[in-house]
């Protein structure tokens, strides 16, 4: 059974930090490429930041230089560091899993909640 558990988020002031963690277990982690996901009321879901299994990343736009994803293949874990953090960055942040070559072998997470608001 595959799971991934999303952790970390809360209510943070503008300006502030978080780090969302996502556990996964029941894949082999370390040939997926991990990504973080967000989707705020109103709005389409969208990439925040993907990390290759050769540790290769890429960023929304509105998001680099402030947020930064990383991985431990030995812990099977994707972190997420949200720095800078602004009201717009209020959303559900949701962990995916995607196997490299079998598109369709794709996993969610539940979602972690970040509100960012003073």
């Known amino acids: 059974q595959v799971q991934l558990v999303e952790s970390g988020g809360g209510l943070v002031q503008p300006g502030g930090s978080l780090r969302l963690s996502c556990a996964a277990s029941?894949?082999?982690?370390?040939?997926?490429?991990m990504g973080w996901y967000r989707q705020a009321p109103g709005k389409q879901r969208e990439l925040v930041a993907a990390?290759?299994?050769?540790?290769?990343?890429n960023y929304a736009d509105s998001v680099k230089g402030r947020f930064a994803i990383s991985r431990d293949n030995a812990k099977s874990t994707v972190y997420l560091q949200l720095n800078s953090l602004k009201p717009e960055d209020t959303a559900v942040y949701s962990c995916n899993a995607q196997h490299p070559v079998i598109r369709s072998l794709a996993y969610w997470g539940q979602g972690t909640q970040v509100t960012v608001s003073s």
């Open positions: 990390i290759t299994n050769g540790g290769r990343t």
């Open positions: 029941g894949i082999l982690f370390s040939i997926n490429t």
